[in-house]
Antibody, heavy 120, light 108 residues
Framework: EVQLVESGGGLFQPGGSLRLSCAAS????????MSWVRQAPGKGLEWVSV???????SYADSVKGRFTISRDNSQNTLFLQLNSLRAEDTAVYYC??????????????WGQGILVTVSS | EIVLTQSPGNLSLSPGERASLSCRAS???????LGWYQHKPGQAPRLLIY???RRATGIPDRFSGSGSGTDFTLIISRLEPEDFAVYYC??????????FGQGTKLEI
């Protein structure tokens, strides 16, 4: 059974840093495209970042240069390093698996989400 | 960047009625790469439709998707109480690689 479990959220100060983790089971993270998607309070879903199976990464303009996506193949875990935090980074962060070409590169499995609040 | 615009923003219907949700893209989207999600408060988004018209695993057949090019539609043929949620379309391709529509809130 595929499962994704996020951790690492909480309350953080503007300008601060944190690292989110997404522990995966039931499939191999390094063989998949893995994304982070966020939802700010009262807003819609916003794609944040992806790491492809080959290791290439891509970011939304809103986080480029501040956030870094990575993975640990031995732990089968996805990470998102968030630096230079801003109030507008406050959101529920979801990790999600891309189902691949046969699933239209849509996101077929999602974690339950983890809340990150940026406030002084 | 491909912008997805969903309409209506809010849709008020009753159980048993038919819902039609629209997703319009600013540029042509490959039908292979257009999906629809259901999102309820406090839950993870759930993939309903991929490849514009294919139901994901376990999705009831009252959900159907159609469309091509720049215009896509999600139909819920007969609303059940559990269908009231926010629905998003999403496309893959280009830069950025993934974009979501702003969502349609389906409410009673």
């Amino acid at each position: 059974e595929v499962q994704l479990v996020e951790s690492g959220g909480g309350l953080f100060q503007p300008g601060g840093s944190l690292r989110l983790s997404c522990a995966a089971s039931g499939f191999t993270v390094s063989s998949s495209y893995m994304s982070w998607v966020r939802q700010a309070p009262g807003k819609g879903l916003e794609w944040v970042s992806v790491i492809y199976d080959g290791g290439t990464t891509s970011y939304a303009d809103s986080v480029k240069g501040r956030f870094t996506i990575s993975r640990d193949n031995s732990q089968n875990t996805l990470f998102l390093q968030l630096n230079s935090l801003r109030a507008e980074d406050t959101a529920v962060y979801y990790c999600a698996r891309d189902g691949g070409y046969n699933y239209g590169h849509n996101l077929d499995y999602w974690g339950q989400g983890i809340l990150v609040t940026v406030s002084s | 960047e491909i912008v997805l615009t969903q309409s209506p923003g809010n849709l008020s219907l009753s159980p048993g009625e038919r819902a039609s949700l629209s997703c319009r893209a600013s540029r042509r989207v490959s039908s292979n790469y257009l999906g629809w999600y259901q999102h309820k408060p406090g839950q993870a988004p759930r993939l309903l439709i991929y490849g514009a018209s294919r139901r994901a695993t376990g999705i009831p057949d009252r959900f159907s998707g159609s469309g091509s090019g720049t215009d896509f539609t999600l139909i819920i043929s007969r609303l059940e109480p559990e269908d009231f949620a926010v629905y998003y379309c999403q496309q893959y391709g280009g830069s950025p690689p993934y974009t979501f529509g702003q969502g349609t809130k389906l409410e009673i």
